[in-house]
């Protein structure tokens, strides 16, 4: 779950700064006096280009503010973060397929499979408000195998 909120987020912030990078460079082509635009061309592209960067703007401040706005305030860069703790350990056996290739070619020759032991470790990040002093929970997994 977590990382698919990481891609959402990437994936959003790029949308965002290719919009801010759109409308800049629509703007700045208005200044280039290489081109013969008339009066109603230019406007429409400044009118392009302000669009796109308050498109991008809004947007890369949704992806950063959102998040640490408390819901209970609604204050807008509320939350800080307190503390990180260690909250759960497992044990675990993941099976990983190990492929065997061909020296010269590159073609998979055998597949077999390996059942390694996987530590998962939960933190748990404690975020509170500094206006109203609610708190936030986030929960971050990692995993580490351990290979004999």
């Not at 401040?61 to 819901?71: E, H």
């Not at 939350?79 to 070619?105: C, G, I, M, P, W």
Request: aromatic share 14%; glycine share 6%.
């Amino acid at each position: 779950m977590f990382i698919i909120k990481n891609v959402i987020r990437i994936l959003a912030t790029t949308i965002a700064v290719v919009f801010i990078i759109l409308g800049g460079s629509s703007i700045i082509s208005l200044f280039n006096n290489d081109m013969n635009f008339n009066i109603i061309q230019n406007i429409i592209i400044l009118i392009f280009g302000i669009i796109s960067l308050l498109i991008g703007g809004g947007g890369l401040f949704l992806i950063f503010a959102l998040p640490k706005r408390c819901k209970s305030c609604k204050k807008w860069f509320a939350f800080t973060k307190r503390d990180t703790e260690l909250a759960q350990t497992e044990k675990f056996y993941k099976v990983v397929k190990n492929k065997t290739r061909h020296n010269y070619s590159g073609e998979v020759i055998s597949t077999t499979e390996q059942h390694i032991l996987v530590t998962r470790k939960t933190y748990k990040t404690t975020y509170v408000c500094k206006y109203c002093g609610a708190e936030k929970y986030e929960y971050e997994k990692f995993d580490s195998p351990k290979i004999y």
